[in-house]
């Protein structure tokens, strides 16, 4: 590719929008274009490292032995009402009309469309398993578009979806999907972990994320510092206290007139105590019942633990009224000394004596309450965030708390879609089952754009070579030198004749702004024909991961060129 026939728009100066570096380098290194909130068009060069991507998501698909197929953008209303989504979707899914005021939606995921497929199509255990991918475009509409490719609304996904006969198979079918994303997100150059995620009412270990590590992630990923455990923050398990050594003495159970102090930090303040002395009582609403869930003072509840402990479809905050109307108390003083309604108790709290809790009264709160003389408490459980102070759930040893992006996503559905949407098959002995399925997805734009997170420095993006648009960058520094640009010509062909992936910057523009632009753009290898080092019969080499260049022989230049490229290869292939 020339430069000067191309179309590579940078710029200096940083976008004022983006918050994150990939994000301004993509901008600035003329990568993205956005149209509107969440919503970009890929130029050229971004264009050219999304297939790079893509390229690599499909090779490993096949290799794993899904099948690639296209599905619809547009989604008929009624799958997703059978499937029970079109409600519960919220306000992400885009819905639309068409001409005869029917429902429809732009697809933010296809589990519909491909059960509604399979269901029609594959009747026998002997078709199965099947795993079917494809790489498309989704629409959601996200609440906080942000990040550029990041956190799109408009963004390209890899989605796949696999039908097993039977709990093994789908097992199996999940370990083919896990290996083969370690697999893509190792070419794709990034390090990156697979942790341990929610299965909400599936259970197991049945869920993983695919996290690449960077300072700017939103997600939050916890490993032991000893043993393979990883979790997202939302799943990482807690281990229970064990048992204390000696039962501490009770003290006499005591009201404290406490106007106006609500919340945790106020009533610790007030009554000089650090918050780990006192308990929260949470009021929730689970499946349309009231019910109270006891944490320690310091500690933070977690919905989806608290939703599985208690085997809830549903689980919300309960609005000041129903708090009022349980405890008999405005918000700020719930307790659960007589409250009439399941409470449920953090394992932190199992040895817990002598703690401050809300008096169910206005302006009162209890010290020195204790759970077994109190009140009784009879349900513990795991339902809070893990914290720094705990440790690893499997070991013991130290954890860790580091930021991660979530680039792809396996998970085992189950029969939730095939129960839904009637979609069954004849087994060996003729009986109808419903499929075991489960769902992959990667997205396209956000491994691009981590990749840039973690590849670059001040001067710009530092493609690993598997991602990058170009592999070489040829910069001849004299346009009006013939001699450069006749040797430029010459190394120009002959890699371009050898397939190798070469855009010469031939514009009339200063050496600076070459080298500027090249490393902006990070093409992983530079190659530099000048006027004086030729005169000696040399050009240079840089690898832009590198500090210093080299410099080669123009006698066999290209092959000097495709060597040092095959030092900077793909690590898998
Ligand atoms: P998130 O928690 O980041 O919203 P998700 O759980 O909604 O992600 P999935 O439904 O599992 O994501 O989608 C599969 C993959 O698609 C994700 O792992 C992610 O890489 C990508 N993805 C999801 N939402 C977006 C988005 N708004 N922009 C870009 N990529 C996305
Ligand atoms: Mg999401």
Same mark, same amino acid.
């Given at each position: 590719?020339?430069?000067?026939?191309?179309? %590579?728009?940078?710029?200096?100066?940083? #976008?004022?929008?983006?918050?994150? /570096?990939?994000?301004?380098?993509?901008?600035?290194?003329?990568?993205?274009?956005?149209?509107?909130? =969440?919503?970009?068009?890929?130029?050229?060069?971004?264009?050219?490292?999304?297939?790079? *991507?893509?390229?690599? !998501?499909?090779?490993?698909?096949?290799?794993?032995?899904?099948?690639?197929?296209?599905?619809?953008?547009? &989604?008929?209303?009624?799958?997703?009402?059978?499937?029970?989504?079109?409600?519960?979707?919220?306000?992400?899914?885009?819905?639309?009309?068409?001409?005869?005021?029917?429902?429809?939606?732009?697809?933010?995921?296809?589990?519909?469309?491909?059960?509604?497929? *399979?269901?029609?199509? /594959?009747?026998?255990?002997?078709?199965?398993?099947?795993?079917?991918?494809?790489?498309?475009?989704?629409?959601?509409?996200?609440?906080?578009?942000?990040?550029?490719?990041?956190?799109?609304?408009?963004?390209?996904?890899?989605?796949?979806?696999?039908?097993?006969?039977?709990?093994?198979?789908?097992?199996?079918?999940?370990?083919?999907?896990?290996?083969?994303?370690?697999?893509?997100?190792? @070419?794709?150059?990034?390090?990156?972990?697979?942790?341990?995620?929610?299965?909400?009412?599936?259970?197991?270990?049945?869920?993983?994320?695919?996290?690449?590590?960077?300072?700017?992630?939103?997600? &939050?990923?916890?490993?032991?510092?000893?043993? &393979?455990?990883?979790?997202?923050?939302?799943?990482?398990?807690?281990?229970?206290?064990?048992? #204390?050594?000696?039962?501490?003495?009770?003290?006499?159970?005591?009201?404290?007139?406490?106007?106006?102090?609500?919340?945790?930090?106020?009533?610790?303040?007030?009554?000089?105590?650090?918050?780990? @002395?006192?308990?929260?009582?949470? /009021?929730?609403?689970?499946?349309?019942?009231?019910?109270?869930?006891?944490?320690?003072?310091?500690?933070?509840?977690?919905?989806?633990?608290?939703?599985?402990?208690?085997?809830?479809?549903?689980?919300?905050?309960?609005?000041?009224?129903?708090?009022?109307?349980?405890?008999?108390?405005?918000?700020?003083?719930? =307790?659960?000394?007589?409250?009439? /309604?399941?409470? +449920?108790?953090?394992?932190?709290?199992?040895?817990?004596?002598?703690?401050?809790?809300?008096?169910?009264?206005?302006?009162?709160?209890?010290?020195?309450?204790?759970?077994?003389?109190?009140?009784?408490?009879?349900?513990?459980?795991?339902?809070?965030?893990?914290?720094?102070?705990?440790?690893? #759930?499997?070991?013991?040893?130290?954890?860790?708390?580091?930021?991660? !992006?979530? +680039?792809?996503? !396996?998970?085992? %559905?189950?029969?939730?879609?095939?129960?839904?949407?009637?979609?069954?098959?004849?087994?060996?002995?003729?009986?109808?089952?419903?499929?075991?399925?489960?769902?992959? =997805?990667?997205?396209? =734009?956000?491994?691009?754009?981590?990749?840039?997170?973690?590849?670059?420095?001040?001067?710009?993006?530092?493609? #690993?070579?598997?991602?990058?648009?170009?592999?070489?960058?040829?910069?001849?520094?004299?346009?009006?030198?013939?001699?450069?640009?006749?040797?430029?010509?010459?190394?120009?062909?002959?890699?371009?004749?050898?397939?190798?992936?070469?855009?010469?910057?031939?514009?009339?523009?200063?050496?600076?702004?070459?080298?500027?632009?090249?490393?902006?753009?990070?093409?992983?290898?530079?190659?530099?024909?000048?006027?004086?080092?030729?005169?000696?019969?040399?050009?240079? %080499?840089?690898?832009?991961?590198?500090?210093?260049?080299?410099?080669?022989? !123009?006698?066999?230049?290209?092959?000097?060129?495709?060597?040092?490229?095959?030092?900077?290869?793909?690590?898998?292939?």
């Amino acid at each position: 590719m020339r430069y000067s026939s191309y179309f %590579l728009p940078t710029q200096k100066e940083l #976008p004022s929008d983006a918050e994150v /570096i990939s994000h301004q380098l993509m901008l600035r290194a003329g990568m993205i274009r956005k149209l509107t909130s =969440g919503v970009y068009t890929y130029l050229p060069m971004g264009l050219r490292s999304l297939k790079k *991507v893509e390229k690599i !998501i499909r090779e490993e698909m096949d290799r794993a032995g899904a099948i690639e197929l296209l599905m619809p953008a547009v &989604q008929p209303a009624e799958l997703w009402q059978e499937s029970g989504r079109w409600d519960y979707y919220g306000k992400e899914l885009l819905r639309l009309k068409d001409r005869h005021n029917r429902d429809a939606c732009f697809g933010p995921t296809h589990e519909e469309v491909i059960t509604d497929l *399979v269901r029609r199509e /594959i009747k026998s255990y002997k078709q199965l398993p099947i795993n079917f991918y494809q790489i498309q475009t989704k629409f959601r509409d996200e609440i906080r578009p942000r990040f550029g490719l990041m956190r799109g609304r408009e963004f390209i996904m890899k989605d796949a979806y696999s039908f097993d006969a039977d709990e093994a198979g789908a097992a199996e079918s999940y370990g083919r999907m896990h290996k083969a994303y370690s697999r893509i997100f190792e @070419r794709c150059g990034l390090a990156f972990r697979a942790v341990e995620a929610d299965t909400g009412t599936i259970g197991g270990s049945f869920s993983h994320e695919f996290m690449v590590l960077a300072d700017t992630g939103e997600d &939050q990923v916890i490993s032991c510092t000893s043993c &393979q455990y990883a979790a997202n923050l939302e799943k990482a398990e807690v281990s229970p206290v064990s048992n #204390p050594a000696a039962d501490p003495a009770l003290s006499p159970l005591k009201e404290v007139a406490t106007p106006d102090v609500r919340t945790i930090e106020e009533v610790a303040a007030f009554l000089s105590l650090p918050p780990g @002395r006192l308990v929260k009582t949470m /009021i929730f609403i689970a499946d349309g019942s009231p019910l109270a869930a006891l944490v320690r003072g310091d500690h933070e509840i977690n919905l989806a633990k608290l939703k599985t402990f208690i085997g809830a479809q549903s689980i919300e905050m309960a609005p000041p009224a129903a708090i009022e109307d349980v405890t008999g108390a405005p918000v700020g003083f719930a =307790g659960p000394l007589g409250l009439k /309604i399941r409470t +449920v108790a953090d394992n932190a709290l199992r040895y817990m004596a002598n703690y401050v809790t809300g008096g169910n009264r206005k302006d009162c709160h209890l010290i020195n309450v204790n759970h077994g003389r109190d009140y009784s408490l009879n349900e513990f459980g795991d339902m809070r965030i893990i914290t720094p102070d705990d440790s690893c #759930p499997r070991c013991g040893a130290e954890i860790e708390f580091k930021r991660g !992006i979530e +680039v792809g996503h !396996i998970f085992k %559905l189950g029969t939730k879609y095939s129960m839904a949407m009637k979609a069954s098959f004849l087994d060996d002995r003729g009986r109808e089952l419903p499929f075991i399925m489960g769902c992959y =997805g990667i997205g396209v =734009g956000r491994t691009l754009a981590s990749a840039i997170e973690q590849n670059h420095d001040e001067k710009g993006i530092v493609f #690993p070579l598997p991602l990058a648009p170009f592999q070489v960058v040829l910069l001849p520094l004299q346009m009006h030198d013939s001699h450069v640009v006749e040797t430029s010509e010459g190394i120009y062909r002959d890699l371009a004749s050898r397939g190798v992936e070469v855009i010469m910057d031939d514009r009339d523009e200063r050496p600076g702004v070459k080298f500027n632009d090249a490393d902006l753009v990070g093409i992983p290898l530079r190659v530099t024909v000048g006027a004086k080092s030729l005169k000696s019969g040399r050009i240079e %080499l840089k690898a832009r991961r590198e500090e210093n260049g080299s410099l080669l022989d !123009i006698s066999d230049a290209a092959s000097g060129i495709i060597e040092k490229l095959s030092s900077l290869n793909d690590p898998l292939k």
